[in-house]
DNA sequence: CCCCAAATTC
């Protein structure tokens, strides 16, 4: 801005005999002929550059557009040269210049403020007005209409949004199905599912051109609400349509019945691809490599990572790479960790904050605080930034190897970085201090977390339910548990299993049934977990034969019993005496793969001496 | 479309 144009200001604004047009006129030729320099000059003038000498300037179509964008800049950011920064009409105004010398950057930056700026918020029937009267092409006002559109939805102004779609559709302006695919992303991206689903029914109705792009984000969010059986039916459709899935279509597919863990499902969706002469991409390894080391094939994944090497046209990726990492993490090798690492980096691929998180979670699982301190400073030094996972996996760290002090100083230099602590924070903490059986403590926590507005969720419902429970205080941990439900947080397997431990413990078998039915009516299944405190239960009260029962109910459920679970009942037949039984069962174990331990051994050594028989 | 964090059993 320069300082005629200045000074133009100056010398009108407190003319109030001049008249608007003759004010915009003077502003427009000084303009007109304005550089770029920076403005030298305090504005210091009281001024009534009025809305609508805004509007003339801007749409003196001497003044050269860019010229226009300062000058409307130089009102936004000097509010001291009019008492009224530039209305709605001055940004679509200054909007439809910039369309028209092909200045989509800084037009869109306009359109954003109409979008994200409540002063500015205006109906779509102004907005069509104000660019109605500028009397510009069609075609640039389609344009004009189009950034709109994507440009609410980019700030999930998802209501505004369809509303210039409609109105676009009722002009007869032409729809782009990019800015359609805009839209559905970010509904995607919201969990708006209904308005995802509504939108995209629309978009049919009203002929905008159905791509593989469209249908693939329809077919993700439906992935997303765990709605698969009707993603699939989408997908059929697509085929029967003559729209042919990508990568991005089946991966998208794969990804939903891993998560949902649908073997067969994944199965169905490799053969198809195979038979559509889909070839996988870095990211369907990725996916298949995941869900392999989830089910335990190790080997499997190792080989599809090799393969992936091997392969010509595909280059493995740091997600990739991130993923084997993680999984060495977490099986404990964190040697093998540490040698993808190095190979990554000398294929010239740049670890990021998921490679760094994988790895520092993995020297904390094998209690080196040390290393993850260093693997923390390492990150900085690469100028990653620090997020709150980071933060949390090393507070999460500390508090397993009993140090909350420790994870607390975290927690404050976290909140010095400006990141506030959130719920899992507080639920590391408070399952630190349970560790600890600093039960109060971790109540206290948990509460004062609530009290400060942060939100629990099903993990500090439980924490706080399991607290309840493992004091024998059922009452409390049931109005715990009720309170979940009305905030309409879900329990989980963890929830039911936490309460019917609670039961067991206190001999209320009726109860920790009840439980068990209940979840099941849920759709939720009893796991090993549920099956152990059963056991466990039944075996502290004498009714050992209730216990066998339940874990000869384990193998019809595909449920594998692990050390807890024959521990368990190993215990419970031993202090009835019946010696023959446990040590059957301490060869089933072992058999198994499993490893006793010496719970186990002083069992069975009891069994001999207390024998009934 | 994929990569890092929290809760349960002897």
């Not at 000097?78 to 910039?98: E, F, G, M, Y």
Request: with cysteine; charged share 25%.
């Amino acid at each position: 801005m320069s300082s005629k144009l200045h000074n133009a200001i100056k010398q009108f604004t407190p003319a109030s005999s001049k008249s608007d047009r003759q004010i915009a006129k003077a502003i427009s030729v000084a303009l007109i002929s304005s550089t770029k320099d920076p403005l030298g000059l305090e504005p210091t003038c009281n001024s009534d550059l009025n809305p609508q000498i805004i509007h003339l300037v801007l749409s003196n179509p001497r003044v050269p557009a860019q010229n226009c964008f300062r000058f409307f800049n130089f009102l936004k950011t000097n509010p001291s040269v009019t008492p009224q920064k530039p209305n709605s009409d001055a940004h679509i105004t200054l909007a439809l210049r910039l369309f028209k010398a092909r200045k989509f950057r800084e037009a869109k930056s306009v359109l954003n403020a109409v979008a994200s700026d409540d002063n500015l918020r205006s109906s779509i029937s102004e907005i069509a007005s104000s660019a109605g009267k500028n009397s510009s092409e069609p075609r640039i006002v389609g344009k004009l209409f189009d950034m709109l559109f994507r440009v609410y939805a980019d700030n999930k102004r998802f209501k505004e949004g369809l509303e210039v779609f409609e109105h676009m559709l009722s002009s007869g302006f032409e729809i782009d199905e990019r800015s359609c695919l805009v839209y559905l992303i970010a509904l995607k991206k919201f969990d708006q599912f209904e308005s995802l689903f509504a939108f995209f029914n629309r978009m049919v109705e009203a002929n905008v051109k159905i791509t593989v792009y469209s249908i693939t984000t329809v077919i993700g969010g439906l992935c997303k609400r765990r709605e698969v059986d009707k993603a699939r039916i989408l997908l059929d459709e697509m085929v029967a349509k003559g729209i042919k899935p990508n990568e991005f279509t089946y991966n998208t597919l794969i990804d939903a019945y891993i998560r949902i863990q649908d073997f067969d499902g994944v199965q169905e969706i490799l053969s198809a691809m195979k038979k559509d002469g889909v070839g996988f991409n870095v990211t369907t390894y990725t996916l298949l490599i995941h869900w392999r080391c989830t089910s335990g094939k190790i080997a499997e994944a190792e080989k599809l990572f090799e393969e992936l090497h091997e392969k010509g046209g595909l280059t493995p990726d740091v997600h990739v790479y991130t993923v084997m990492i993680n999984w060495y993490c977490k099986l404990g090798n964190v040697k093998q960790a540490f040698v993808l690492f190095d190979s990554l980096v000398e294929r010239g691929l740049v670890p990021n904050v998921h490679t760094y998180g994988a790895l520092i979670d993995g020297v904390c699982g094998a209690g080196q605080m040390g290393a993850a301190e260093i693997l923390l400073k390492e990150m900085q030094s690469k100028g990653i930034d620090l997020n709150r996972v980071i933060f949390n996996t090393l507070m999460d760290g500390y508090c397993k190897q009993g140090m909350v002090g420790e994870a607390r100083r975290l927690q404050a230099i976290m909140e010095g970085k400006g990141l506030e602590a959130d719920v899992y924070v507080y639920n590391i903490i408070a399952t630190g201090l349970c560790k600890a059986k600093r039960y109060d403590e971790a109540k206290k926590v948990l509460f004062s977390m609530m009290d400060k507005g942060v939100v629990p969720n099903t993990v500090t419902y439980t924490t706080l339910i399991d607290i309840y429970s493992k004091e024998g205080n059922l009452v409390e941990a049931k109005r715990i548990f009720r309170e979940m439900l009305n905030r309409g947080e879900k329990p989980n397997e963890v929830t039911y299993n936490a309460l019917i431990d609670g039961y067991c413990k206190k001999g209320n078998m009726k109860e920790a049934y009840q439980m068990r039915s209940e979840m099941q009516v849920k759709g939720l299944t009893p796991d090993v977990y549920t099956y152990t405190s059963l056991v466990h239960g039944e075996c502290m009260h004498g009714k050992i034969d209730s216990a066998v029962e339940l874990f000869n109910e384990m193998h019809g459920r595909l449920l594998a019993p692990n050390v807890v679970t024959y521990t368990a009942l190993i215990s419970g037949l031993s202090k009835e005496g019946r010696s023959d039984e446990a040590f059957r069962l301490y060869d089933e174990m072992t058999e198994a793969g499993l490893t006793p331990d010496d719970t186990v051994y002083s069992s069975l050594v009891g069994s001999l001496h207390g024998s009934k028989s």
